[in-house]
């Protein structure tokens, strides 16, 4: 079965500072991989995602992702932070089944120091 | 237009009670979904209905039971509730996409078990 690990379940940050948020991922078969944010309060919100196209994915609000098979690594960046970026990430893994389940990571949640 | 809608935002109730959550959807997608969050922002798929009919059923206890009226709606009902439901619980949305489709989220339903 699939699985991710995201590593860091708090991450901080200065504005304007790099965000390296670290998922790896788990599968026997290469993986449909995504991103999604949680703001406060709210409901899960798509960042980007992986389909065996291009290896580097760019996402909304200035964040990117490289699947990296040879470190079964799929790490989410973004160049400068803003105070906007502070929230809960969450990296996850499609189901290769067709049954289209998500299987989620445990989060990790970003502060952005000003 | 709200995409995903969630009824009630919140809900407390006192252990032993049923209860009802109901989402909407206004995509137009053939697969819907419930998932709980609970205290530690752990995401886990419950249940996911595809034109109606159930394809996803993780292991939840029977006390929790899922009706899908049509496409658009899919409503969770629990019975007997305990202090253990007491959670976030996530209505999602897709269309059917072999694994790569973008699932969409409700704002959430904050239930609270005394």
């Known amino acids: 079965a699939q699985s991710v690990t995201q590593l860091g379940s708090h991450v901080s940050v200065s504005e304007g500072a790099l965000v390296l948020l670290r998922c790896n991922y788990s599968?026997?078969?290469?993986?449909?991989l995504f991103w999604y944010v949680q703001y406060p309060n709210q409901g899960l919100q798509l960042l980007l995602k992986?389909?065996?196209?291009?290896?580097l994915v760019k996402g909304i609000n200035g964040f990117e992702a490289e699947f990296k098979k040879s470190e079964t690594s799929f790490h989410l960046t973004k160049p400068s932070a803003h105070m906007s970026d502070a929230a809960e990430y969450f990296c996850a893994v499609s189901d290769l089944s067709g049954n289209e389940k998500l299987t989620f990571g445990t989060g990790t949640r970003l502060t952005i120091i000003p | 237009d709200t995409a995903v809608s969630q009824t009630p935002k919140y809900l407390v109730t006192q252990m032993g009670n049923d209860k009802s959550i109901k989402c909407e959807q206004n995509?137009?997608?053939?697969?819907m979904y419930w998932y709980k969050q609970d205290s530690k922002k752990f995401l886990k798929i419950m249940f996911s209905y595809n034109n109606k009919e159930l394809i996803i059923n993780e292991t939840v206890p029977n006390r929790f039971s899922p009706k899908s009226p049509d496409k658009a709606h899919l409503n969770l009902h629990i019975n007997s509730l305990e202090l253990g439901d007491s959670a976030v619980y996530f209505c999602?949305?897709?269309?059917?996409?072999?694994?790569?489709?973008?699932?969409?989220f409700g704002p959430g339903t904050r239930l609270t078990v005394l």
């Open positions: 995509l137009g997608h053939d697969t």
């Open positions: 999602a949305s897709s269309q059917f996409l072999a694994g790569t489709d973008t699932q969409y």
């Open positions: 992986y389909t065996s196209a291009a290896t």
């Open positions: 599968s026997s078969v290469p993986p449909y």
